[in-house]
């Protein structure tokens, strides 16, 4: 009986503590709960039902602490990405006719966004509400002109929204980017979250299973990570998953070993060497597509992708090696960043529609991921 008085009393001491620690906005819906936080506009922890009664999971990896977002060696968990996330080969590229030289942190490459991205940058919230069993946050960001070598000042609001979900699956978590400029200048803002089904510091996900509305591949030039620009058919290659396939069942490929695993990028929705024409204003759709769904086998929680942006990034936590939330210590592949934005090198690369934003246009990127719960799958029987 003492033994649950100080449990409780610990609890209570461990929730003052997290308290202290974050100025995290915490979102409700009737079964889950999101928090974010100012800096990267990050998606900090993302909580569903477990399976014993009152029991909450935390799907996605982060750390307990804010500052520990701004530490350098933090690989962008939960943070948006800005103002251009991926990559831009050589760091430079060129608007009407002139050259711009960003900020070089990975080798030769500007890396999302530069050495300082918009996911150690300090968003101030500028509204936030609730409706219902619904509730929003909207984080805004100014990036000032030359800021990491981009041109032009760009005026960025992020808007997180927790709703039920029509179908009585944990719920909907929407994600609404809109940005606007002063002058020309690439923009591709996008989350970069890290999933973990069976909960974060759990250990490896490379169980789960991906399914995700992508015929092509976007390979890279050789053995760096930069798109060629062309577009591969993943039919019977390692990169197929028009259907439900482990992220595991292809990960130790030889011809995956200089990334360490997944770390890839797929043309979304049929998309290939049509895809410059058959976008507009940055989006495929005005609402947000069904891309994919992640899928814990175990545990039967799953997460479904919605997107109007045209790529895919896949990046199985190849280089995970760090202290994380709630005590866990995350290790290769205990965690699968999944990114939906615009295709890596694209202000470099024709073939890809253009991430250039021009005074008087509005960036808009959406993005929204559903929560849901299989039930769980039968464990594989010894007699087969
Ligand atoms: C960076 O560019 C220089 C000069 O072209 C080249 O020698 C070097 O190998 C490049 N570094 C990387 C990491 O690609
Ligand atoms: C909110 O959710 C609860 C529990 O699911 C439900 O009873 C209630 O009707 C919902 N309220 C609204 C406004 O949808
Ligand atoms: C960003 O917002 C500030 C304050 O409202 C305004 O002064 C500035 O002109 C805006 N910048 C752009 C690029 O719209
Ligand atoms: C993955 O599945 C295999 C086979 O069912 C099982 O032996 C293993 O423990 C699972 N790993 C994790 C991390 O769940
Ligand atoms: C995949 O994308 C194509 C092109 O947008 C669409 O026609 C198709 O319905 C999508 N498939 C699924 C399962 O959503
Ligand atoms: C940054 O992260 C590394 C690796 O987890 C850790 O060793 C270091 O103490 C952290 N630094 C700060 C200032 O938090």
């Given at each position: 009986?003492?033994?649950?008085?100080?449990?409780?009393?610990?609890?209570?001491?461990?929730?003052?503590a997290?308290a202290?620690?974050?100025?995290a906005?915490?979102?409700?819906?009737?079964r889950?709960?999101?928090?974010?936080l100012?800096?990267?506009?990050?998606?900090q922890r993302?909580?569903?039902?477990g399976?014993?009664k009152g029991?909450?999971?935390?799907v996605v990896?982060?750390?307990?602490?804010?500052?520990?977002?701004?530490?350098g060696?933090?690989p962008?968990?939960g943070?948006?990405?800005?103002?251009?996330g991926g990559?831009i080969?050589?760091?430079?590229f060129e608007?009407?006719?002139?050259e711009?030289?960003?900020s070089?942190n990975?080798?030769?490459d500007?890396?999302?966004?530069?050495?300082i991205?918009?996911?150690?940058r300090?968003?101030?919230?500028?509204d936030?509400g609730?409706?219902?069993?619904s509730s929003?946050?909207?984080?805004?960001y100014?990036s000032p002109?030359?800021e990491?070598g981009?041109?032009?000042?760009?005026n960025c609001t992020?808007t997180?929204?927790l709703r039920d979900?029509?179908?009585?699956?944990?719920g909907?978590?929407?994600?609404e980017?809109?940005?606007v400029?002063?002058?020309?200048?690439?923009?591709?803002?996008?989350?970069?979250?890290?999933?973990?089904l069976?909960?974060?510091g759990?250990?490896?996900?490379l169980?789960?299973?991906?399914?995700?509305?992508s015929?092509y591949?976007?390979?890279?030039?050789?053995q760096?990570p930069?798109?060629?620009?062309?577009?591969?058919?993943?039919?019977?290659?390692?990169?197929d998953?028009q259907?439900p396939?482990?992220?595991?069942?292809?990960v130790?490929?030889?011809?995956?070993e200089w990334?360490g695993?997944?770390?890839n990028?797929?043309?979304?929705f049929?998309?290939g060497?049509?895809?410059?024409?058959?976008?507009?204003?940055?989006q495929?759709?005005?609402?947000?597509q069904?891309?994919?769904k992640?899928?814990?086998?175990e545990s039967?929680?799953?997460v479904e992708f919605y997107?109007?942006?045209?790529?895919m990034?896949v990046y199985?936590?190849?280089?995970l090696?760090?202290?994380g939330k709630?005590g866990?210590q995350y290790?290769?592949?205990?965690?699968v960043a999944?990114?939906?934005?615009?295709?890596?090198n694209a202000?470099n690369?024709p073939?890809f529609p253009?991430?250039?934003l021009?005074?008087?246009?509005?960036y808009?990127?959406r993005a929204a991921?559903?929560?849901?719960?299989?039930r769980p799958?039968k464990?594989?029987?010894n007699a087969?």
């Amino acid at each position: 009986m003492s033994g649950g008085v100080l449990r409780l009393a610990a609890l209570a001491m461990l929730a003052a503590a997290a308290a202290a620690q974050s100025d995290a906005v915490v979102l409700k819906n009737s079964r889950m709960e999101v928090h974010i936080l100012p800096t990267g506009a990050t998606l900090q922890r993302v909580l569903v039902p477990g399976r014993k009664k009152g029991e909450m999971v935390d799907v996605v990896l982060g750390f307990d602490e804010e500052q520990s977002y701004r530490n350098g060696s933090n690989p962008q968990m939960g943070s948006t990405l800005g103002r251009v996330g991926g990559r831009i080969a050589g760091a430079r590229f060129e608007i009407d006719g002139v050259e711009y030289r960003t900020s070089a942190n990975a080798g030769n490459d500007t890396m999302h966004g530069g050495e300082i991205g918009w996911d150690r940058r300090q968003f101030s919230v500028v509204d936030k509400g609730e409706e219902g069993n619904s509730s929003w946050v909207t984080l805004e960001y100014q990036s000032p002109g030359g800021e990491m070598g981009f041109p032009g000042a760009v005026n960025c609001t992020v808007t997180y929204t927790l709703r039920d979900d029509e179908d009585g699956e944990y719920g909907r978590l929407e994600y609404e980017v809109k940005a606007v400029t002063d002058q020309p200048t690439p923009v591709s803002v996008y989350l970069h979250p890290y999933f973990n089904l069976a909960g974060q510091g759990s250990g490896s996900v490379l169980n789960h299973t991906l399914v995700m509305n992508s015929s092509y591949l976007v390979p890279y030039a050789g053995q760096t990570p930069v798109p060629s620009g062309e577009f591969a058919p993943v039919a019977g290659t390692i990169y197929d998953f028009q259907t439900p396939t482990a992220l595991g069942k292809h990960v130790d490929s030889p011809k995956l070993e200089w990334l360490g695993g997944y770390d890839n990028v797929w043309a979304l929705f049929g998309l290939g060497a049509d895809a410059v024409g058959a976008m507009q204003d940055f989006q495929v759709a005005a609402e947000p597509q069904w891309a994919a769904k992640l899928l814990d086998p175990e545990s039967g929680r799953g997460v479904e992708f919605y997107t109007t942006a045209p790529a895919m990034i896949v990046y199985t936590g190849n280089g995970l090696d760090q202290p994380g939330k709630d005590g866990a210590q995350y290790k290769a592949h205990d965690g699968v960043a999944i990114e939906v934005g615009q295709f890596p090198n694209a202000v470099n690369t024709p073939t890809f529609p253009s991430v250039v934003l021009r005074p008087g246009q509005e960036y808009v990127n959406r993005a929204a991921w559903r929560f849901t719960q299989d039930r769980p799958a039968k464990q594989p029987s010894n007699a087969e």
